[in-house]
């Protein structure tokens, strides 16, 4: 289903010789203050807006040349369908306030000029958190709505559409999202920074 492999998944080898100055203790990494976290999230964050992109275009160019208006809407072609309109309206609104908050986001990483300075990390990283959510919501809605909104025959095996769905939501799983609202909430009111690993 999806996306079949991550770049944190696990090996286990038996009986294989490893010297101990090639055994990198990757959380040590994360002791200290690093870019390392929120750079790693912009790049996840932007997957999610491709995937994202890829649904919409799917779904207006399967409105445009394949879907059909629905019957009670009046309209002869599925683009003049008005709910439609204002559901592929309200996509891209979404879609370009996720591009924009990625862009800031990616901004303040690249604003932290000394990665030993705690504050400025943290902050990154909860700009890019906040990225990374809208970003996931507007892929895992733009890839069900695709299908929605360019009916039953949008299903078929041979159009492949629901791949967007299966791909966000796969990648989605990596590090979810609902961890993040408190993570930002107790910044917010608490002044409590993000943990330091490669995933917030």
């Known amino acids: 289903m999806g996306q079949r492999t991550t770049a944190s998944g696990t090996a286990i080898l038996d009986d294989v010789p490893v010297s101990p100055e090639h055994v990198l203790p990757f959380q040590e990494v994360f002791d200290r203050p690093t870019r390392l976290g929120p ?83 943290a902050a990154a990283s909860i700009a890019v958190a906040k990225a990374k959510i809208l970003a996931t919501e507007v892929s895992l809605k733009a890839a069900g709505k695709l299908l929605e909104l360019s009916g039953s025959q949008a299903t078929l095996a041979q159009f492949n559409l629901d791949r967007h769905w299966r791909n966000a939501r796969t990648h989605s799983l990596h590090d979810p999202v609902r961890w993040k609202f408190p993570t930002i909430g107790n910044y917010l009111l608490n002044g409590v920074p993000p943990p330091r690993r490669g995933y917030v």
């Open 39 to 121: 750079f790693s999230q912009l790049y996840h964050t932007a997957i999610q807006l491709g995937i994202a992109r890829a649904a919409l275009a799917d779904l207006k160019r399967f409105v445009l040349e394949r879907a059909r208006p629905w019957i009670d809407s009046g309209a002869r072609r599925a683009a003049d369908d008005t709910l439609l309109l204002f559901d592929a309206g309200a996509l891209r609104v979404d879609l370009h306030a996720a591009e924009e908050l990625l862009w800031l986001a990616a901004e303040q990483v690249d604003a932290v000029r000394d990665a030993r300075d705690a504050g400025a990390v």
